[in-house]
């Protein structure tokens, strides 16, 4: 039979036998008289940390999740498994807070078998890896768990995964945690890590790394996720969300020489990239020499790479090496409104692509001679283009920067002239409702049955009844408006938009308040309509300017117009 040992906060370690009507004081007592396979189970309460658990599977249970607490300040892990593989070691039902040690404030597991299952974690900090769980050469499974507000100065703010262990995470929420890389979670050189049903926002990477090179060029970032030098990576059914590389590479996801990523099923949005340096890209995710890629069925919107590529996704190699090329397929993925100097939405350095039935719309390149509002193909990449939709990117869908490589468009619809088989050009695939994030077909859309073998072109099939479209000039600007951009103040990017009553060589240029030119954003004729255009707060050299009020000015035909702007820092 296995044994039932409880503690209480009324109970005695020197009298107490462990009975619920005769419970422990602390829990280590607890877990000092358990064998293998026992259970302590912890009633509501109060309790020390510091609580150690070695060489026995036993299962930690709390009365509840928001009742039995470990969170009084210490300076070790919380717990401590250690050496339990003779079967499974369970946490359950606490709140762990205030644990603070160089590996893991909260949890720390070494050479053992883990479940994690309805665990609140807050306000752990570690002053290296894995401020809430830091797992070593271990199993690891966390369920129905939160991950709040926890700090590591180096890797994974909520989890750290070292090179031995596996770890898998389900139904969990991680928010407002931090570290130098890896704002939630980080795996480093050789584990395995698979994510499913989670939500991860407002997650902070704070740093890179300064000295990149040949043999190890990684950078940092991964607001939300860091997987470096590891095995297989698999996320599925999540979000993530509103996360920052402040200095680095993936704001929701940075992948860096890793094999066999599958991401499956996901939102992806409003994550940012930042830094003045090379390796910053990638706003939504970055995949740095990340080979055997699948991502599909996924959501990847409002995503900014700022003073840097790939708005949705950066993929490729950071190197100049032509031997050093990735691959990877996009099949079923819908790419709206993200932001950078080049690749709006996504961007390719040696790489290999296979894009299928996707859809890429109003999605922005900032840098005129880099451009690719949808896709910017640089360098010995290969983009396979089939059954996909470009629509209303800026200010291009398509900018091949290396056209040694073709880039092969077939049975898609992109602006402009691409030759290719079945390609529909610069016409309106007739969304449903693309101001309320419905990028389905209507019955009439051109683009249906109009992909390879009759498919529909782009990552959806028909949403709603046929769309009539008016041919009178009542849905054209009836005349010239600058308006004031929005954010104001901001900090880096902000969006100024724009109204053309007639097509018009348009041009949009930025000062400083004693008139010297900064940048020019656009010089180009443009059709009427109503238009924006994104300024990242650099000059027309790339570079961040300094804070201060500046002078935004349009000239289309006769039309001249100047407002001011304020940048912050």
């Given at each position: 039979l296995n044994n039932i040992y409880h503690v209480a906060t009324n109970g005695s370690d020197e009298t107490g036998d462990g009975s619920e009507a005769n419970p422990f004081a602390t829990i280590q007592k607890g877990v000092d008289v358990a064998n293998d396979m026992d259970t302590v189970y912890v009633f509501n309460g109060v309790y020390e940390g510091g609580i150690v658990i070695s060489n026995k599977a036993i299962s930690l249970i709390g009365e509840s999740i928001e009742q039995t607490k470990i969170i009084e300040p210490i300076s070790s892990p919380q717990i401590s498994i250690v050496d339990c593989q003779a079967g499974i070691t369970r946490?359950?039902?606490?709140?762990?807070?205030?644990?603070?040690?160089?590996?893991?404030?909260?949890?720390?597991?070494?050479?053992?078998?883990?479940?994690?299952?309805?665990?609140?974690?807050?306000?752990?900090?570690?002053?290296?890896?894995?401020?809430?769980?830091?797992?070593?050469?271990?199993?690891?499974?966390?369920?129905?768990?939160?991950?709040?507000?926890?700090?590591?100065?180096?890797?994974?703010?909520a989890i750290y995964v070292d090179p031995l262990t596996t770890c898998e995470i389900y139904n969990s929420s991680f928010d407002n945690n931090e570290a130098l890389w890896g704002g939630a979670i980080a795996t480093v050189g050789g584990g395995k890590l698979l994510v499913e049903g989670c939500n991860i926002s407002f997650n902070t990477a704070l740093g890179n790394n300064p000295n990149p090179n040949e043999d190890y060029p990684t950078f940092g970032g991964g607001g939300g996720i860091y997987h470096e030098w590891s095995d297989s990576l698999e996320i599925y059914d999540s979000e993530i969300t509103n996360n920052t590389a402040a200095t680095g590479a993936g704001g929701g996801i940075a992948v860096y020489l890793s094999n066999?990523?599958?991401?499956?099923?996901?939102?992806l949005s409003d994550n940012s990239s930042s830094g003045p340096n090379y390796p910053s890209g990638g706003g939504g995710v970055a995949f740095y020499r990340a080979d055997?890629?699948?991502?599909?069925?996924?959501?990847?919107?409002?995503?900014?790479?700022?003073?840097?590529?790939?708005?949705?996704?950066?993929?490729?190699?950071?190197?100049?090496?032509?031997?050093?090329?990735?691959h990877a397929t996009f099949n079923r993925l819908t790419i709206v409104n993200n932001s950078a100097l080049s690749g709006g939405a996504i961007f390719c350095w040696s790489a290999i692509l296979n894009l299928y039935h996707s859809t890429l719309a109003q999605n922005e390149a900032s840098n005129i001679e880099w451009s690719g509002g949808g896709l910017a193909s640089h360098y010995v990449t290969e983009p396979n283009i089939i059954s996909s939709l470009f629509y209303d990117n800026t200010p291009n869908s398509?900018?091949?920067?290396?056209?040694?490589?073709p880039v092969l468009v077939a049975y898609s619809l992109v602006q402009e002239q691409w030759v290719g088989a079945g390609n529909l050009i610069n016409v309106d695939p007739l969304f449903c409702d693309p101001d309320s994030g419905d990028y389905s077909l209507a019955e009439n859309s051109p683009c249906v049955g109009a992909g390879e073998g009759g498919s529909n072109m782009g990552a959806y099939e028909i949403g709603c009844d046929p769309?009539?479209?008016?041919?009178?000039?009542?849905?054209?600007?009836?005349?010239?408006?600058?308006?004031?951009?929005?954010?104001?103040?901001?900090?880096?990017?902000?969006?100024?938009?724009?109204?053309?009553?007639?097509?018009?060589?348009?041009?949009?240029?930025?000062?400083?308040?004693?008139?010297?030119?900064?940048?020019?954003?656009?010089?180009?004729?443009?059709?009427?309509?109503?238009?924006?255009?994104?300024?990242?707060?650099?000059?027309?050299?790339?570079?961040?300017?300094?804070?201060?009020?500046?002078?935004?000015?349009?000239?289309?035909?006769?039309?001249?117009?100047?407002?001011?702007?304020?940048?912050?820092?």
């Open positions: 946490v359950e039902n606490f709140i762990i807070k205030r644990g603070s040690s160089y590996y893991g404030g909260g949890i720390y597991t070494s050479g053992s078998i883990v479940e994690i299952n309805s665990v609140d974690f807050s306000y752990n900090s570690s002053s290296s890896h894995g401020a809430a769980i830091n797992s070593i050469e271990s199993t690891v499974k966390v369920q129905n768990s939160t991950f709040s507000h926890n700090e590591s100065n180096y890797l994974g703010g066999d990523v599958t991401i499956d099923n996901i939102v055997n890629v699948l991502f599909e069925n996924s959501t990847i919107a409002n995503n900014v790479s700022n003073h840097n590529s790939g708005g949705g996704i950066f993929l490729g190699s950071e190197s100049g090496q032509a031997s050093i090329v990735v398509i900018h091949n920067g290396y056209p040694y490589t769309i009539i479209l008016s041919t009178s000039s009542e849905l054209l600007p009836v005349t010239y408006t600058l308006h004031q951009n929005y954010p104001n103040p901001f900090n880096p990017v902000t969006r100024l938009r724009y109204d053309l009553a007639e097509n018009s060589l348009v041009n949009i240029t930025i000062y400083d308040m004693v008139g010297r030119q900064v940048k020019t954003l656009i010089n180009q004729t443009q059709d009427a309509g109503y238009r924006s255009i994104v300024w990242d707060a650099t000059n027309d050299y790339g570079k961040p300017v300094s804070a201060g009020i500046y002078l935004y000015q349009i000239q289309a035909g006769k039309y001249i117009s100047t407002k001011k702007m304020v940048l912050l820092k």
